[in-house]
């Protein structure tokens, strides 16, 4: 699984912050490593260091082999807690899918089994 991390100029440390948020990806989505190609992180602060809350933002995109992409949007007053809930909403979401494509997977097709065609 590829990780990349992009920050906005408004974003402090980024070379710390880049490396943790690759760090927790890999850490969170371990399970989910065959399923998914790139995760795509990209952290900002929509004030540029005004105060102000929920300013700071989190998009994270999962590109899945032979599906659609999916992304998240998490806003919390700090980095972490936008990154975290980002991370959470993505978890949940990459369950609810690849749960209901594996699901679709395992189930064969009438279609398929010779005894349930009639002659």
Request: proline share 2%; charged share 30%.
């Amino acid at each position: 699984m590829q990780i990349q991390v992009n920050t906005s100029n408004g974003v402090e440390n980024k070379e710390t912050l880049e490396r943790w948020a690759d760090a927790e990806i890999r850490q969170h989505l371990s399970r989910f490593a065959e399923d998914v190609m790139r995760v795509e992180i990209h952290l900002s602060d929509e004030n540029h260091g005004k105060a102000g809350a929920d300013d700071k933002c989190c998009v994270m995109e999962a590109r899945l082999a032979h599906h659609q992409p999916l992304a998240v949007t998490q806003h919390g007053n700090t980095m972490d807690e936008a990154f975290r809930g980002a991370t959470g909403k993505l978890k949940r979401l990459l369950d609810s899918t690849l749960g209901r494509l594996n699901s679709h997977r395992d189930h064969d097709s009438i279609r398929k089994d010779d005894s349930l065609i009639p002659d």
